[in-house]
């Protein structure tokens, strides 16, 4: 497959053990590469293929595809805009280290705890709290996710700003409409119903003034493939959506999670 002349594109979806070494031949064969999340195990071999993908000339997209939920378009566009002044503190939940990477870059520096909440004996962590600091006035990031959360609606996301603030509940819908049959393109897919819309306070003089606001008009998973399309054929590196680059800073993320988490420090980056 890889060799096949006919292919520009390759993409990996194989179980992740597998990504480096199969995105390391089709680079080295000159086929541009889609990875499925997660990337590679480590951030050196998310390295290796970033300079592979520079000598060979071709290009390397990982699959991370929540850049386009309408939840955190919404979230990214809160922070554009200033609604909320400047953010002091934001809280994602279930994706961990990425929404807060794409929002903010490179934190300073990492603390992390991780634990076993079903207490049923294991040792590997189902919980895991990660706090991501930046300098310059920049927010104070907490990652969260784990397995023991008895709620009526899932929080997703939460800001909180200089001059107001935005609570998030529940996960995208893209990934129950796919189970329920609809596809990207169909009428309503990726958007959310009012039920979902998030909470939004803002303030007006001296008083918080709270409303719902909705989602803003999703992109779609699909995005990912039409953009990498764009950069494969002419855009360049600089078009592909999500680089190898950046999800190798993400996963230097999780390694100093990791270390923190046993070392019981604060790992600097």
């Not at 290796?48 to 929540?66: E, F, H, M, P």
């Not at 805009?81 to 002091?88: A, E, F, L, Y």
């Not at 996710?145 to 996960?171: C, D, I, N, P």
């Not at 909705?214 to 399309?229: G, M, Q, R, W």
Request: proline share 4%; hydrophobic share 35%; glycine share 10%.
């Amino acid at each position: 497959l890889i060799a096949d002349p006919s292919l520009d594109i390759i993409v990996i979806t194989t179980t992740p053990d597998t990504h480096f070494a199969f995105a390391k031949s089709a680079l080295e064969a000159g086929k541009h590469v889609i990875v499925g999340k997660p990337f590679v195990p480590t951030s050196s071999e998310a390295q290796q293929l970033v300079d592979i993908s520079a000598k060979t000339g071709k290009l390397i997209c990982v699959y991370q595809n929540r850049r386009w939920d309408s939840d955190f378009l919404t979230v990214k566009k809160l922070l554009d805009d200033g609604t909320i002044g400047r953010c002091v503190e934001f809280e994602t939940h279930f994706d961990r280290y990425k929404p807060a990477y794409v929002l903010f870059g490179m934190p300073e520096s990492v603390n992390a705890v991780f634990a076993n909440q079903r207490n049923d004996g294991g040792e590997e962590p189902d919980s895991i709290t990660v706090l991501l600091r930046y300098g310059n006035g920049g927010p104070l990031v907490t990652a969260k996710a784990g397995v023991m959360s008895v709620e009526t609606k899932q929080l997703r996301y939460w800001l909180r700003g200089t001059k107001g603030s935005f609570k998030k509940f529940h996960l995208d819908v893209q990934e129950d409409q796919l189970k329920a049959g609809l596809k990207p393109g169909d009428g309503g897919f990726g958007v959310e119903s009012e039920e979902r819309s998030g909470e939004l306070v803002v303030l007006e003089g001296d008083k918080p003034r709270g409303s719902v606001l909705k989602n803003v008009e999703p992109l779609t998973y699909a995005t990912l493939y039409s953009e990498f399309a764009k950069a494969v054929g002419g855009g360049g590196e600089s078009a592909v959506p999500v680089k190898a680059s950046q999800a190798r800073d993400v996963l230097r993320i999780i390694e100093a999670a990791k270390e923190s988490a046993k070392s019981e420090k604060t790992v600097k980056l």
